[in-house]
């Protein structure tokens, strides 16, 4: 009788050891990520602190979105991977914050701070954001072309 105590755990561990893995989370590729990325290097927190809206990204699902930025970024917007909101923290080097949906950097600002480009080396983030709705197309394209610098697949951007 005392080997049968151990069976019935014995069983359970085992059955439990072939269980299927968890799928991992898919990061649709809009970013080779074989290609560096950089986060602006003049980054000014009191210059771009405020209300941003997004006027386009990779998210095909949802909507444009918004960012707040302050002591930390404040965030709801249309990612690769959907909707995504949360609060993202700044790190040790200017410009670079973490959050729950991964790292998010700022990879350049216009001179008179109206257009704002993020995104993170593993292509999870990535959005241009304008102070005030609509976006002029030279600071669109401008903005393109900081994405396609840092590896993004400017031909799946979409403007809202």
């Known amino acids: 009788m005392p080997a049968m105590k151990w069976l019935f755990p014995a069983v359970l561990v085992l059955v439990a050891a072939c269980a ?87 990879l350049w600002a216009d001179a008179d701070d109206r257009t704002l480009v993020i995104g993170g080396p593993d292509g999870r983030v990535a959005a241009v954001l304008n102070r005030a709705g609509g976006i002029s197309s030279d600071r669109m394209q401008a903005a393109r072309d900081i994405l396609g610098f840092n590896g993004y697949d400017v031909s799946r951007l979409v403007v809202y």
């Open 20 to 106: 299927a893995p968890p799928e991992p989370v898919s990061v649709p590729a809009v970013r080779d990520l074989s290609r560096p990325v950089y986060s602006i290097a003049g980054f000014d927190p009191a210059r771009l602190s405020g209300d941003w809206e997004q006027v386009a990204g990779f998210g095909r699902a949802c909507g444009p979105g918004r960012l707040q930025m302050g002591a930390e970024l404040i965030y709801d917007l249309c990612l690769p991977t959907g909707r995504a909101a949360g609060a993202a923290r700044a790190t040790e080097v200017p410009g670079r914050f973490d959050s729950k949906d991964g790292a998010l950097w700022v």
